[in-house]
T-cell receptor, first 110, second 119 residues
Framework: GQNIDQPTEMTATEGAIVQINCTYQ??????LFWYQQHAGEAPTFLSY????GLEEKGRFSSFLSRSKGYSYLLLKELQMKDSASYLC???????????FGKGTRLHILP | EAQVTQNPRYLITVTGKKLTVTCSQN?????MSWYRQDPGLGLRQIYY???????DKGDVPEGYKVSRKEKRNFPLILESPSPNQTSLYFC??????????????????FGPGTRLLVL
């Protein structure tokens, strides 16, 4: 079967760093995405990894290890506006489907 | 302005009354997709299309139909809606998920969502 796991909820403090993990088991692999979704809004793209390693984009970074079926999203210098759900999604190579995890709701405390 | 539009944004209907949710994109994207989002279940892909006249089932296609007669439009059809289809629906489009063009990542752009309530 195909499965993507990520923690349901996390809490962090304004100005701190938080790491959101994602593990996946899919029929083939052709890229992993991270999205941010504020309540009641559409998801917006944050990052994409298809090769192993770290991709940095301002305050956000994403890491991928294909051999371990593992990724993480790293958020630095947290701001209150970072309170949102973070969605991990994988594109399976075999059939071009995109599978989303259930999302991690991140709460930022002042 | 590059965008994905969906209509209607909100819809209340009754069981069995056929309905269509439209989706349109102005970015000349090949790949279009429909998702539903339910509490505790996350986003689940209903159908997707790699190009005109090419459609494939996602993870939860039962009770839905789609068509792709033109590149820009990808309507979602519920022939006989049931209460378990009450959900938040998102349409999305991209050139090709994950394709890298001139150093830029092409990813999915989501429409604003359609909230459907089936009584």
């Amino acid at each position: 079967g195909q499965n993507i796991d990520q923690p349901t909820e996390m809490t962090a403090t304004e100005g701190a760093i938080v790491q959101i993990n994602c593990t996946y088991q899919t029929s083939g692999f052709n890229g992993l995405f991270w999205y941010q979704q504020h309540a009641g809004e559409a998801p917006t793209f944050l990052s994409y990894n298809v090769l192993d390693g770290l991709e940095e984009k301002g305050r956000f970074s994403s890491f991928l290890s294909r051999s371990k079926g593992y990724s993480y999203l790293l958020l630095k210098e947290l701001q209150m506006k970072d309170s949102a759900s973070y969605l991990c999604a994988v594109r399976a190579r075999t059939d071009d489907k995109i599978i989303f995890g259930k999302g991690t709701r991140l709460h930022i405390l002042p | 302005e590059a965008q994905v539009t969906q209509n209607p944004r909100y819809l209340i209907t009754v069981t069995g009354k056929k309905l269509t949710v439209t989706c349109s994109q102005n970015m000349n994207h090949e790949y279009m997709s429909w998702y539903r989002q339910d509490p505790g279940l996350g986003l689940r892909q209903i159908y997707y299309s790699m190009n005109v006249e090419v459609t494939d089932k996602g993870d939860v296609p039962e009770g839905y139909k789609v068509s792709r007669k033109e590149k820009r439009n990808f309507p979602l059809i519920l022939e006989s809606p049931s209460p378990n289809q009450t959900s938040l629906y998102f349409c999305a489009s991209s050139l090709y998920p994950g394709r890298r063009l001139a150093g830029n990542v092409e990813t999915q752009y989501f429409g604003p969502g359609t909230r459907l309530l089936v009584l």
